[in-house]
Structure formats: C-alpha cells, structure tokens
C-alpha cells in the first residue's frame, strides 16, 4: 500500500552512461542496495531530468555523444540549487587527466571503471553521507555568519540609539572608511572587514550616562573625560573575540580617535603605532561629522570640511590618507548622496574636538 512512498523516500540517483551494459548493472545493483533509480544516455536527457527532480546523486561517464559529462557537470554547478548535488564521475583509474579536470570543474569524487557491482551500494551510501555532513556543516557555518553579522549590526544600532544618530552617519562613515581602503590598497577582504566593523566605532557609548552623552552643551573637561572613555568601553565590549570581523571592530572602537600627532585618546599612539583601520576610520568619520548637522553647528559645506581635513594633515591625520581622500572626493560625494539625512538631526556631539574643530569626539 505504501510501495509509492516508500520508493520516493529512497535516495534517488540518475545513472548518465550511454553503454546499455553499463547502466543496467549499475542500475541494478543501486535497486538492490536500496536506491531509486533513473538513467540516461547522454547529458542532454540527464540534463532534463535533472530539472524535472533533483536526483540525491549523479552517476556521471566522461564520453557520451550529444553532451558529455564534463559538459553536463559545469552545467549542473552553474546553478545555485545545484551547488551541493553529488556528481561521481565513472572512469577508468589510469585517466588522471580526466580525474584532475573532474575535480576542476567541481566533480565531488569518482568511481573507477570497471565497477565493481557488489561494493557500488556501499560507495554510493558513503558518497552521499559525506556530502550531506558537508552540506550541512556548510549550512551552519552560513547561519552562523548571519548571527554574527546580525549582532554586529545591532550592537551598532544600540549605540546610534544612545547618540541620538541618524543610521546614516554610520553608512556613510562606512563606506568611506572602506573607500579610503581600498585606496590605499587594502585588499577586497579587508575592504569587506573594514565596512562592517566601522558601524561600531562608538558601540562604547553604550556606556556613557546620558547627562554627558546627551548634553545639549559644551562638555566639562572631567564630562569629556569620561566621555573619552567610550573607546576603551568599546574596546573592552568587543575584547577576546575569536572572529576576525569583531577584532577588527574592537581595534577601531579603540583608537579612531588616536591622532597622527599622537594628540589623540585613548593611548595617544603616534604614527603608524596607529593601526590603519583607526586611521582610516578616524578620518571618514570626522568628515562626516563636519558635514552634517550638529546641535552646535548646521552642517559645513563639503568644500570647508574637506579644508578643515587638509588643515588636519600631518597633525589629526596620515598624510598620505588625507592625499587619498582628495582624489576620492567625487565617489565620496556619491556616497553622501546615497545616504542622506532623513531629518534634522539632534544628537549630542558637541565641538569639544579632540582631532579637528567640529567632527565627532
Ligand atoms: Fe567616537
Ligand atoms: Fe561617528
């Protein structure tokens, strides 16, 4: 009474030979071990069926006519459903110029010819086991990514709630960030890196009590100076991390606000004591902070901000990064017009500057 679902619960396997005397043993002994079967005799019928039901396995030999498996292969790795499908590829065991491009064009392993019928259950079972651990070892390894990913994002946005931010600031200092990076040739990687973990350069303002943070005034010198501390907070928040991504975003919680003079806080690390990532951070964020609106101050125009960062040349900033960041100023003024200011903007920052006259502290 269940002989139709019990076949269709069986893994389900397309044998792709064009040999009838190889596909029927084959066959056969899959039925016998357990398996649903298909076959097809070239790669055009295999690719159809394909599409039709996503086979559990592929069986695949090299020469066909119409299409042959290598063909066949790179079409099915094409597409994105596709990606984790087993395909062993049936061939004889002293053609490693075929086994070499199999595994090239993204083959997952291979059996030799001739087969051996009594043992094919047994590899085939072994195949797709691994495969399926794989599958799902890659699966959790994703989902991971996106928790991090997403506690990432959030943390920054805790803190943008605390500072009273438009989301947009940190878009923007972002993606200048990464922009300057790439500039001074920053691999893509890093570039990635560096425009995630730049949305937490002030996740330490968690930390600060809202009589200082909020403030609709001129700091205290002791107010500033626990007002500094949002950087070792955030240092301390996103310490010991195993991630590269957190370590990166605890090295620019701590120090984008570390001068090239060695005028900075919280070490007053000079030069390139300094690391890049800081550095590039420091810069893009107080350019952004020039340019926008501040309870003290309506936003700069991009010609006095861009003044106020060369005037910070050699002092607040690297050198050679301000260079940069001069040549980019028109993908840098695109990057403004992507992420504009929804509305007025009311946060705290007020122009007790610790790098140049009206930026971020
Ligand atoms: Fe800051
Ligand atoms: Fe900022």
Not at 51 to 78: A, H, N, S
Not at 142 to 155: D, K, P, Q, Y
Not at 300 to 309: A, K, L, M, Y
Request: with cysteine; charged share 25%.
């Amino acid at each position: 009474m269940n002989a139709g679902n019990d076949a269709l619960n069986k893994p389900f396997i397309l044998i792709v030979d064009d040999e009838f005397l190889q596909r029927l043993p084959m066959s056969e002994a899959l039925g016998h071990g357990g398996f649903r079967v298909a076959e097809a005799e070239n790669g055009a019928q295999a690719w159809e069926l394909v599409q039709k039901e996503t086979p559990d396995l592929v069986i695949l030999d090299v020469v066909m006519p119409v299409m042959d498996g290598f063909e066949l292969c790179r079409r099915i790795r094409r597409e994105e459903r596709f990606q984790h499908l087993p395909i062993v590829l049936a061939t004889s065991l002293d053609d490693l110029a075929s086994i070499e491009r199999a595994y090239q064009i993204g083959v997952t392993d291979f059996i030799t010819k001739p087969v051996n019928w009594g043992l094919l259950a047994y590899r085939v079972r072994y195949i797709l086991r691994a495969a399926r651990t794989s599958q799902s070892l890659a699966e959790r390894e994703l989902e991971l990514l996106h928790t991090r990913m997403e506690i990432i994002r959030r943390l920054g946005q805790a803190a943008e709630y605390r500072d009273n931010e438009t989301g947009m600031h940190i878009q923007r200092m972002s993606h200048i960030s990464a922009l300057l990076g790439r500039a001074v040739g920053l691999s893509a990687h890093d570039q990635e890196l560096l425009l995630h973990a730049a949305p937490m350069h002030d996740v330490g303002k968690i930390g600060i009590p809202d009589s200082i943070l909020l403030k609709p005034a001129k700091l205290t010198s002791d107010e500033f100076a626990i007002m500094k501390t949002h950087t070792t907070l955030g240092g301390q928040l996103l310490d010991h991390e195993p991630s590269t991504l957190l370590r990166t975003a605890h090295t620019i919680a701590l120090t984008h606000h570390e001068r090239w003079d060695g005028g900075g806080y919280p070490h007053g690390l000079r030069g390139e004591e300094i690391p890049l990532m800081g550095r590039l951070c420091s810069l893009a964020d107080v350019f952004d902070a020039l340019t926008s609106r501040r309870p003290y101050k309506p936003p700069w125009s991009v010609q006095r901000s861009v003044e106020e960062i060369q005037k910070g040349s050699g002092s607040a900033f690297e050198p050679d990064l301000v260079s940069a960041f001069i040549a980019l100023l028109p993908e840098i003024q695109r990057i403004r017009e992507s992420f504009p200011d929804q509305e007025p903007f009311y946060g705290d920052e007020i122009a007790e500057m610790a790098s140049c006259g009206g930026g971020a502290r």
